[in-house]
């Protein structure tokens, strides 16, 4: 299973843009890169996830690396209620079961 | 539109003691699951279930056990708690079978402190 690398933490300033970058070199072709954050030990929530294309929601865009071994995660206009512990998941499912892999993720500060 | 709810929210056990930890969601998901978070260890995946009537066994089964008797409800039974079971625990679901391409949705957890 391809396990993710994270920094362990980042700041960033209020109104611009936080880029929250992940590896998983070794993922494989059928596994998902997914993000989600935890705000002050509430339940994940979900952020975004893709395959190989890179992805736009209303909350964020993930980039991913055309060899898919580093995404990233980009927040283009963080307020302070997006501080909180950012996970990059690489979700393989086996035999119906959805195994998360994940790393330590990155505790993201957003500072006034 | 409440999504994936979870009770209790917090519980204290001494060793021994059994107790249900409940789990309920009203988006029609066939794809539900308990996962328990450690400090420093992520989400470990304890039980799963892809449809009414039908669970599977996780990475850390020993110690619980489920049944799905409705879409709805997946109930998290721990038989005779132990210490090593103080932990989070998280439940969440999602549509079945587009799996990966599907967003899991979590509860908020319970947690569980066993002494």
């Known amino acids: 299973d391809a396990k993710t690398t994270q920094p362990t933490s980042m700041d960033c300033a209020e109104g611009r843009a936080a880029n929250l970058p992940c590896n998983h070199s070794t993922i494989s072709g059928n596994e998902y890169v997914y993000w989600y954050r935890q705000i002050h030990s509430q339940g994940p929530q979900y952020i975004i996830h893709g395959l190989k294309n890179n992805e736009t929601n209303e909350m964020a865009s993930l980039i991913i690396t055309e060899d898919r071994k580093s995404s990233t995660l980009i927040l283009p206009h963080a307020t302070l209620r997006d501080t909180a512990v950012y996970y990059c998941i690489v979700r393989v499912e086996i035999q119906g079961a959805q195994k998360l892999v994940f790393g330590q993720g990155t505790r993201l500060t957003i500072n006034p | 539109n409440a999504g994936v709810t979870q009770t209790p929210k917090f519980q204290v056990l001494k060793t021994g003691q059994s107790m249900t930890l409940q789990c309920a969601q009203d988006?029609?998901?066939?794809?539900m699951s308990w996962y328990r978070q450690d400090p420093g260890m992520g989400l470990r995946l304890i039980h799963y279930?892809?449809?009414?009537?039908?669970?599977d066994q996780g990475e850390v089964p020993n110690g619980y056990n489920v049944s799905r008797s409705t879409t709805e409800d997946f109930p998290l039974r721990l038989l005779s708690a132990a210490p090593s079971q103080t932990s989070v625990y998280f439940c969440?679901?999602?549509?079945?079978?587009?799996?990966?391409?599907?967003?899991?949705?979590f509860g908020n957890g319970t947690r569980l402190t066993v002494t």
């Open positions: 988006m029609n998901h066939e794809y």
């Open positions: 969440a679901s999602s549509y079945f079978p587009s799996g990966l391409a599907s967003p899991l949705h």
């Open positions: 279930s892809v449809g009414a009537g039908i669970t």
